[in-house]
């Protein structure tokens, strides 16, 4: 992908560069980008926001289990390596990384849950 990007006569790649401003009226006709401590002005006709995909786990407990992308191991009933903590989503090891996965995954977790607490004595 990055050497597709690179080779791409229609992309400009920015490095080091981060946007400090987004500009217009009603619709957006500018940004302002620094770079190394210079701003500069480019105008555009559209913003589109690219989130990382780095997976949030450092506020787990160091039992709950992680592969080697940093994301929750999960069986088949969602629960993690740690007895009584589910969990669902991008964040697990699942392969298919989809709204609709992961709402179902939401709902398959949320019935296990359910279950465990049904037969867990508390
Ligand atoms: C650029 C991009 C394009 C995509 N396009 C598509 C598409 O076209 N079709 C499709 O089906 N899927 C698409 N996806 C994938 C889809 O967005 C995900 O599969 C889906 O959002 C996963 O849902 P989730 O609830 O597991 O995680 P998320 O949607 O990532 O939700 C996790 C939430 O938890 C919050 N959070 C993190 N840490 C904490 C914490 N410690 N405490 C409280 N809250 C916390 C986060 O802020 C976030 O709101 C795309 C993803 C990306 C990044």
């Not at 500018?30 to 701003?39: A, D, F, L, Y």
């Given at each position: 992908?990055?050497?597709?990007?690179?080779?791409?006569?229609?992309?400009?790649?920015?490095?080091?560069?981060?946007v400090?401003?987004?500009?217009?009226?009603?619709?957006?006709?500018?940004?302002?980008?620094?770079?190394?401590?210079?701003?500069?002005?480019?105008?555009?006709?559209?913003?589109?926001?690219?989130?990382?995909?780095?997976?949030?786990?450092?506020?787990?407990?160091?039992?709950?289990?992680?592969?080697?992308?940093?994301?929750i191991?999960?069986?088949?009933r969602?629960?993690?390596?740690?007895?009584?903590?589910?969990?669902?989503?991008?964040?697990?090891?699942?392969?298919?990384?989809?709204?609709?996965?992961?709402?179902?995954?939401?709902?398959?977790?949320?019935i296990?849950?359910?279950?465990?607490?049904?037969?867990?004595?508390v």
């Open positions: 992908m990055l050497d597709k990007i690179k080779n791409s006569n229609k992309i400009e790649v920015l490095n080091n560069s981060e400090t401003e987004v500009r217009g009226n009603g619709t957006v006709n500018g940004i302002g980008v620094e770079t190394k401590g210079s701003t500069n002005s480019l105008a555009v006709q559209g913003v589109f926001v690219e989130i990382g995909s780095i997976p949030t786990v450092d506020f787990l407990p160091s039992g709950v289990a992680l592969n080697k992308h940093n994301k191991i999960i069986d088949k969602n629960m993690t390596s740690v007895p009584g903590i589910f969990s669902a989503g991008d964040v697990t090891d699942i392969l298919e990384k989809q709204t609709v996965v992961a709402a179902g995954e939401g709902a398959k977790a949320a296990q849950v359910a279950e465990y607490l049904n037969k867990t004595e």
